[in-house]
């Protein structure tokens, strides 16, 4: 525990910051689904390689978030999650400049290692800004984001 657990006003800002962070990350992971016509068209891939190119994201989550946790317990969270939102954040703006299918593939691969570390320390994190007897709530309005952030992009597809 640092020196701001349970301090109510830092406690209420981290869960602003980290549902906000958390939105961005749905709605990151979902954008790309929006646009797979788009990328289709303008790479001529094949359904395979499209559908590679949106697996590659969650197998790459996948196989990094259980390292990220361990890492997590163990070391600083707020560290591994600013890192994982650094990460993310670059690899997706490199995607949008994404040349080519290996370099928008590679790009989306290091979006899914980002998005683990975020992901995987950010409920501990909150954890550690607030009461047990409030952690209920506080992660209900943290995980609210993943229907929100994914409403979101369905909303900009139509």
């Known amino acids: 525990?640092?020196?701001?657990?349970?301090?109510?006003?830092?406690?209420?800002?981290?869960?602003?910051?980290?549902?906000?962070v958390n939105?961005?990350?749905?709605?990151?992971?979902?954008v790309l689904y929006a646009v797979f016509p788009l990328i289709k068209a303008d790479m001529?891939?094949?359904?395979?390689?499209?559908?590679?190119?949106?697996?590659?994201?969650?197998i790459c989550y996948m196989i990094s978030a259980p390292f990220f946790g361990r890492i997590g317990d163990r070391g600083n969270r707020i560290n591994l999650a600013s890192f994982g939102l650094i990460t993310w954040s670059l690899a997706t703006g490199l995607a949008g400049f994404a040349p080519g299918y290996r370099t928008l593939l590679a790009a989306r691969t290091v979006v899914g290692v980002g998005e683990a570390s975020f992901g995987t320390v950010s409920p501990g994190l909150?954890?550690?800004?607030?009461?047990?007897?409030?952690?209920?709530?506080?992660?209900?309005?943290?995980?609210?984001?993943?229907?929100v952030g994914s409403a979101w992009v369905t909303c900009l597809e139509g």
């Not at 939105?23 to 979902?30: G, P, V």
């Not at 954890?127 to 984001?145: C, N, Q, T």
């Open 1 to 20: 525990m640092n020196d701001h657990a349970f301090n109510r006003n830092y406690s209420r800002y981290a869960l602003s910051l980290l549902l906000a």
């Open 23 to 30: 939105l961005l990350n749905y709605i990151d992971r979902q």
């Open 44 to 58: 001529n891939l094949s359904d395979t390689e499209l559908g590679f190119l949106g697996s590659s994201f969650m």
């Open 126 to 147: 909150l954890s550690d800004f607030f009461p047990k007897e409030k952690r209920g709530r506080v992660l209900s309005y943290f995980y609210l984001a993943i229907p």
